[in-house]
């Protein structure tokens, strides 16, 4: 079983580098030799279909008589055949699910994978970062924003740098490894990087690593749900796909995780009708940041309304977010959605 293992770990991991494959390999064998139920229990393990209809990327929950890891409706508490997407929004959500090893609470779940004839060979598949981390607890029961100093780090992206130390007149771009950073504030490091390249036959299978660090302690992040947000392109197709959110078990009770997945799933996590007084409610008041009436829309995860002087605001895990107009060409948060219309009296 040991060398069933490492082939395992070889296999699913061949973003890293040969040194980062080494250690990791190494923390995660001892993790099985001493619990070796603690990654075989799986059942929140998958792979995120890649490929190209059409001349654009299109990322798709797997097909399991393929050969790839799709997790099942039932386990996430969803009647049989109801795909995890959220009900606000369309957004295909992927579930993953952290496990805690002696130096850091990780996971290389969800995978990125493509049959064979799905890609064009040698094409190089990148994830674009957006948004912000958001987060489920069993005391709220209510989709947020993360904690401050809560991160999920994505490790093992590559990147393409030039290379000038080479003494040549042409030099060989480097490749190095990369990370990308979400927290409740959004993303930073590396925006995009490279997950993997095309295999001859058109085919893809890599996974990165998820890391869920807190700065009082690589381990010590709240136990909760979290979600990201990614697209997918490839160099030769770079109109980007639809978004996707993953989403990931912290430490709780499968039950509870479930009540985290109907919270996007089953119901809309946003209250729309009061979404709606509330605009009504600023227009009304604040004339100058939004001069005039407007329909409401749901666009890149936000209920949102756009305005002429080109300022849009919008809500998304019970906070409002605006852009442009007076806001600036950042996307700033103005605050807890609950919080406002309260203080609106509404």
Not at 79 to 84: D, F, I, K, N, T
Not at 95 to 109: G, L
Not at 117 to 129: N, S
Request: proline fraction near 6%.
């Amino acid at each position: 079983m040991p060398n069933l293992f490492r082939n395992v770990i070889k296999n699913s991991l061949p973003a890293l580098g040969s040194n980062s494959r080494r250690v990791i390999s190494s923390i995660l064998l001892g993790a099985y030799l001493s619990h070796p139920l603690i990654l075989s229990a799986g059942e929140l393990h998958q792979h995120i279909e890649v490929k190209v209809l059409e001349g654009r990327v299109q990322a798709s929950f797997c097909n399991p008589e393929k050969g790839c890891s799709l997790v099942k409706p039932e386990t996430l508490g969803l009647p049989a055949g109801q795909m995890p997407i959220d009900q606000l929004t369309g957004t295909p959500i992927y579930v993953s699910e952290f496990s805690i090893f002696p130096d850091r609470t990780a996971i290389d779940s969800p995978g990125f994978e493509s049959i064979a004839g799905d890609m064009t060979a040698g094409d190089r598949v990148r994830y674009r970062a957006s948004g912000h981390l958001s987060y489920w607890s069993t005391d709220k029961r209510q989709w947020t924003l993360a904690p401050e100093g809560i991160q999920i780090r994505l490790a093992g992206g590559l990147d393409i740098q030039p290379n000038q130390d080479c003494g040549q007149v042409f030099c060989i771009p480097k490749t190095v490894e990369g990370f990308t950073v979400f927290n409740r504030h959004g993303v930073s490091s590396a925006t995009s990087l490279i997950v993997g390249e095309v295999r001859a036959n058109g085919s893809l299978h890599t996974h990165l690593d998820w890391i869920i660090e807190s700065d009082r302690g690589a381990s010590n992040a709240p136990a909760g749900a979290y979600m990201v947000e990614l697209q997918l392109v490839t160099e030769s197709h770079p109109v980007p796909s639809d978004s996707l959110w993953i989403m990931f078990n912290n430490g709780l009770p499968l039950a509870d995780f479930q009540q985290a997945v109907a919270g996007r799933v089953l119901q809309p996590n946003t209250d729309t009708a009061l979404a709606d007084k509330l605009f009504n409610w600023a227009e009304s008041n604040y004339p100058a940041l939004f001069p005039h009436t407007t329909a409401s829309f749901v666009a890149l995860g936000y209920y949102a309304r756009c305005y002429r002087n080109n300022a849009c605001v919008g809500i998304k895990d019970n906070h409002i977010f605006a852009t442009g107009g007076e806001f600036g060409p950042n996307i700033v948060t103005l605050g807890e959605f609950s919080v406002f219309a309260a203080q609106a009296g509404l």
